[in-house]
């Protein structure tokens, strides 16, 4: 049987002809966009510092045409880079091919992105994949997963001092910041927070009424704070004894960031699950939990979760071309290389105090609680960063930043905190 649908076909063609998102959207200056901005949009993220409109490679253009260097990469988002032409080419076919289908049917690139992911992240047999759209829905994931641990007899959940995990209800009472989370008390309940890196205190907690213990390898939103391998190490021992999961969420380490597929891949301990997202899809929302061997992955079984967009074929294509590329493009080694080379470049520098992270994840402190006018200095002169902290920088730029780009924000970084001081 056939459905002629020539006809419509057709029509579709004629209207897309000559016709972009930004000639639908219209023309302004960032000023005007800006006022538009604040009468249309909510206010959760505050005033945009800019507008922008166009980007390729490490390199974004805002509405007035002014050029940046973007050091953030939408947060640890955009790996290969603003529109790279191979990930770029491979999302537009799959559109063109094939763009959605709900989760009563699967398409080849879910399947092959669920392999592809579970060969990754080297995960023994039995081992399985939910796909979500963004890091907070990968953590809600864990978290109910965590409720069926011991057929959901256990009801302490641990994170740590400083964690991020995410905005939606469950993810949030995993998120420590109170600011974020006194707002919408109560939140879902038995999470306990415990002091950072403290392995005494991790022993302490964790015990057989504990479901989980949620970790960051590298806490970024807290300012770039990594947990040491002697940590990890004693998370999975305390874990396994207690029958815990013990669940990392990479959504910001993960994909490359810190120069390997994973950042907990040097601890050389199996968790019971993963969360990524952030880089996944290289700029198109893409997240994702791993659950780790047979047990863990039949915690979750048909009907107790599920999301329309999950796992999305556009999506997936998306993840898939952004994970061939790391892969083929040499750019793990980018990433350590110079990674290595901003670090060092960053110690030398006066005012600097203390600089940490791994690859291309890299915070830095200052000597005065002047980071959020070093991003504005910053952008000033061209350049995108962030201030996690009063006085942090955070840096997660595009993996495929070149040396020679690394070098231009070392040489200009001194004027920026001088800039900064004087503003003060
Ligand atoms: C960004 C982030 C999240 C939340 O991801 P969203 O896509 O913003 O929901 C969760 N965990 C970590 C570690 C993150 O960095």
């Not at 939408?74 to 603003?82: F, Y």
């Not at 959504?251 to 960031?257: A, F, M």
């Not at 791993?290 to 967009?309: D, K, M, N, P, W």
Request: one cysteine or more.
């Amino acid at each position: 049987m056939s459905h002629p649908d020539a006809e419509l076909v057709e029509s579709k063609e004629t209207v897309a002809k000559e016709t972009s998102a930004s000639e639908i959207a219209g023309q302004g200056s960032g000023a005007e966009w800006l006022s538009r901005y604040s009468s249309s949009l909510m206010g959760v993220f505050g005033t945009p510092q800019r507008v922008l409109v166009r980007g390729a490679g490490c390199l974004v253009w805002d509405a007035d045409g002014k050029e940046y260097l973007d050091l953030l990469g939408g947060i640890a988002v955009n790996a290969m880079g603003h529109a790279h032409p191979f990930v770029t080419s491979v999302i537009a076919s799959q559109l063109a091919t094939l763009g959605h289908v709900s989760n009563f049917f699967t398409s080849p690139t879910q399947i092959a992105l669920a392999e592809k992911l579970l060969a990754l992240t080297k995960a023994p047999v039995g081992s399985k994949v939910f796909f979500a759209n963004s890091g907070t829905e990968a953590n809600e994931a864990a978290f109910k997963l965590a409720r069926r641990n011991s057929s959901g007899n256990r009801t302490k959940i641990i994170a740590l001092e400083g964690a991020f995990h995410g905005r939606t209800m469950g993810a949030l009472a995993l998120t420590a910041k109170e600011a974020y989370r006194t707002p919408f008390e109560p939140l879902p309940g038995g999470v306990v927070h415990i002091p950072f890196g403290d392995i005494e205190a991790l022993r302490a907690a964790v015990d057989d009424s504990t479901a989980a213990v949620f970790l960051e390898p590298i806490q970024g939103e807290a300012g770039v704070r990594p947990l040491s391998t002697e940590y990890l190490q004693a998370a999975r021992e305390a874990c396994t004894a207690a029958g815990a999961l013990l669940i990392l969420d990479e959504v910001q380490t993960g994909i490359g960031r810190t120069g390997k597929w994973l950042a907990s891949e040097d601890a050389g301990i199996v968790p019971d699950a993963i969360t990524l997202a952030k880089g996944l899809g290289g700029g198109f929302p893409v997240g994702a939990l791993i659950t780790f061997g047979e047990a863990t992955s039949s915690l979750l079984s048909a009907g107790q979760h599920g999301t329309t967009f999950g796992g999305n074929p556009v999506a997936t294509a998306a993840a898939l071309a952004t994970l061939h590329a790391i892969e083929n493009q040499g750019v793990l080694e980018n990433v350590r290389t110079v990674g290595a080379f901003l670090r060092e470049g960053l110690a030398k520098i006066d005012g600097v105090t203390e600089v940490r992270g791994e690859g291309l994840l890299i915070g830095f402190d200052l000597d005065a609680d002047v980071a959020p006018a070093v991003v504005q200095a910053g952008l000033d002169a061209g350049f995108i960063v962030n201030s996690p902290g009063p006085r942090t920088i955070r840096l997660a730029p595009p993996l495929i930043l070149s040396t020679e780009q690394a070098g231009l924000f070392l040489a200009a970084l001194p004027q920026l905190i001088q800039t900064a001081k004087e503003s003060q």
